[in-house]
């Protein structure tokens, strides 16, 4: 039977004179959730606020906390404190020391228990600090639950099922692994917990703008739907971040975790879409987030120096073990050579001169998803029919934005609302409904459902020497096609509406130019000099260039005489523009191809093998018949 305190017999105090047990008060006051001078998450607690939770804990000997802010002793290392650091801070009673650990591990339960833990297939248990989980448990976050990675890429590799949302949680993973390592590594940087934060942030809200089919939609579908707007993916996720935090009242949220959001929200932005203002560009620090000392923090999600990123390496990882690919790219290894350096009066992330060789074959991995899976022929004309499908549709469908303003797949780019509800989804919407105003934009959808794509007619490439065919142009290269005159007779009159020209434009992520001219390196005999290394000095097989037009034709009409049309015409503009020889012209046209002088050569490596003649059977014996 239980009985009241006041009844109980009172224990002896131990010889030592110290309390058996440990007194209510401090142990009541490290329990509490931090007050309002104390955030949640003690990282973010700079010496004066550890003071703060020591007086709540029962520690008033302003000696004590003065020497705690002399050391300056901030919420990260407190879980860290042992022994020696207790000596050096004048600490040397042991029940003085054991209550501090008490209270401290307390107050690390706590943290631990906010923490979220998720399994990734491709990074393992990864951890979230409970910003992340408000941001993550947002509706607009969530729509990149079903928006497809690689859009019309998964008809091709069954397996290309996973969506934006995973790769958002692996880029804020890895963003923070990275910014991490710099900080242990080089704590004269100064990074703040609260510079961490924002970094893991802008990598996971870098990809909230994608629409249906992601680069499908900002890449093909948009320019021809919207071709007085200049719209990015990049401009939709900066909108629909702001969006996200005012209408799920995460100010207040991110002011209770130690952000400042007046200043915060402006660098997150910054992260992923590069200069809010294109005046300031001029200016010698043109960022107004963080300061020039930080400027390497801009370097880790979407590296606009480079192409060195956070973003690819989750995209390289996911999308190789999604694809069945290879992935040969290790990211652990950056990180581990991964250190700051100063160049020009400004802080880079540089790594070691012998990693050079594993960054060429970084972006020759990258350059291989794209030819392999990427710019798949079938999966981009998956692509191509997806978006001439929504073009139909355009006009009548009707999604219900801010203020019961409709907008249609088009305009809900203007109003974050609507493009909150704008997902693959559209495209069963398409398929199932039952409005004749949507027939021809369901028919599309109904022939990629039985297998019924345009046709592939054949693939060229401008020569070196020739310019480049700007985007300007696109539009009128079906015209082109068509006006070709073959000199063979066919059986049936293509027009310019019949053909579709796809320009792929392959390159190391910076169009013509070599992305590690933009990259520095240090040596292990100083790690605080920069050098660059040139290409000569590394290989000399590596690329001469390092950017390529690939062109591929696709006829819309499927029958056999069309078909065959569409190659004659394709095969002579490639003549008359001379473009490279298509690998099959021999095939497709061989009335054609000795036109080109230097299509004729058998030995050319353009040139299919010469069938050889029949060869005449030897009689062995006199009584064999031949």
């Not at 880790?300 to 990882?317: C, E, L, M, P, S």
């Amino acid at each position: 039977m239980q009985t009241d305190d006041s009844e109980r017999t009172p224990k002896r105090p131990r010889r030592d004179g110290s309390p058996r047990s440990q007194p209510s008060t401090p142990s009541a006051a490290a329990e509490r959730s931090p007050g309002p001078e104390l955030h949640a998450d003690l990282k973010t607690w700079e010496p004066e606020q550890v003071c703060c939770f020591l007086r709540l804990s029962g520690f008033s000997d302003s000696g004590l906390l003065d020497r705690f802010r002399e050391k300056k002793i901030t919420g990260s290392l407190l879980p860290f404190l042992d022994d020696s650091h207790f000596e050096n801070l004048g600490i040397s009673s042991l029940w003085e020391r054991k209550r501090l650990l008490n209270s401290i591990q307390r107050l690390n339960r706590s943290h631990v228990d906010a923490m979220k833990v998720i399994n990734d297939p491709i990074h393992g248990h990864i951890e979230f600090h409970p910003l992340l989980i408000r941001i993550i448990d947002t509706p607009q976050f969530q729509r990149l639950r079903y928006i497809k990675q690689l859009g019309g890429a998964y008809y091709v590799f069954p397996g290309a099922s996973h969506n934006r949302f995973e790769h958002s949680l692996g880029v804020a993973y890895l963003a923070g692994c990275l910014v991490r390592a710099l900080s242990e590594k080089q704590p004269e940087l100064q990074i703040s917990e609260r510079d961490m934060l924002c970094v893991q942030i802008a990598g996971l809200c870098h990809d909230l703008g994608h629409g249906p089919f992601s680069h499908m939609f900002d890449g093909r579908f948009i320019p021809l739907a919207r071709q007085d707007v200049k719209w990015t993916h990049e401009q939709g996720s900066v909108n629909m971040f702001e969006h996200l935090v005012n209408s799920n009242g995460l100010r207040a949220v991110m002011e209770h975790y130690g952000l400042i959001p007046a200043e915060d929200i402006c660098f997150i932005k910054e992260q992923i879409i590069g200069l809010l203002d294109p005046a300031a560009k001029d200016f010698s620090w043109p960022y107004k987030g963080r300061p020039k000392e930080k400027s390497f923090l801009y370097e880790i999600v979407a590296n606009k120096r480079n192409g060195i990123d956070v973003d690819k390496w989750d995209y390289f990882a996911r999308d190789c073990h999604h694809l069945g690919i290879q992935n040969n790219f290790d990211h652990k290894r950056f990180i581990k050579f991964a250190r700051v350096c100063e160049v020009d009066n400004k802080m880079h992330i540089c790594t070691r001169d012998k990693e050079v060789g594993n960054l060429y074959d970084m972006f020759h991995t990258r350059n291989s998803l794209h030819r392999r899976a990427y710019q798949h022929k079938v999966g981009n004309i998956i692509d191509r029919m997806i978006t001439d499908a929504f073009l139909k549709a355009d006009p009548y469908i009707e999604i219900t934005g801010a203020g019961g303003k409709k907008y249609h797949i088009s305009t809900a780019i203007d109003d974050m609302e609507a493009f909150t509800k704008l997902t693959d989804n559209i495209f069963l919407e398409i398929l199932y409904s039952t409005d004749p105003k949507l027939d021809a934009a369901r028919e599309i959808l109904k022939k990629i459902e039985h297998r019924n794509l345009y046709k592939y007619v054949g693939e060229t490439k401008p020569k070196p020497e020739q310019p480049r065919i700007q985007r300007e142009d696109y539009k009128w290269l079906p015209e082109e096609v068509a006006n070709t005159k073959p000199k063979v007779l066919l059986q049936v009159e293509l027009k310019a509406e019949d053909y579709i020209v796809d320009v792929i434009n392959m390159d190391y992520g910076m169009e013509d130019k070599n992305p590690i001219d933009q990259v520095y390196f240090y040596c292990k005999s100083d790690f605080k000099q920069p050098i660059q290394i040139t290409k000569s000095q590394v290989s000399g097989l590596l690329p001469e260039r390092f950017a390529e037009q690939v062109i591929r034709v696709y006829c819309k009409k499927m029958d056999e005489k069309s078909l065959y049309a569409a190659q004659q015409h394709f095969v002579q503009w490639c003549s008359d523009r001379v473009f490279s020889k298509p690998q099959d012209g021999d095939v497709v046209a061989p009335l054609i191809t000795p036109l080109k002088e230097e299509w004729k050569y058998p030995n050319s490596a353009q040139s299919p093998a010469p069938i050889p003649a029949p060869k005449v059977r030897q009689r062995l014996f006199k009584d064999d018949a031949v």
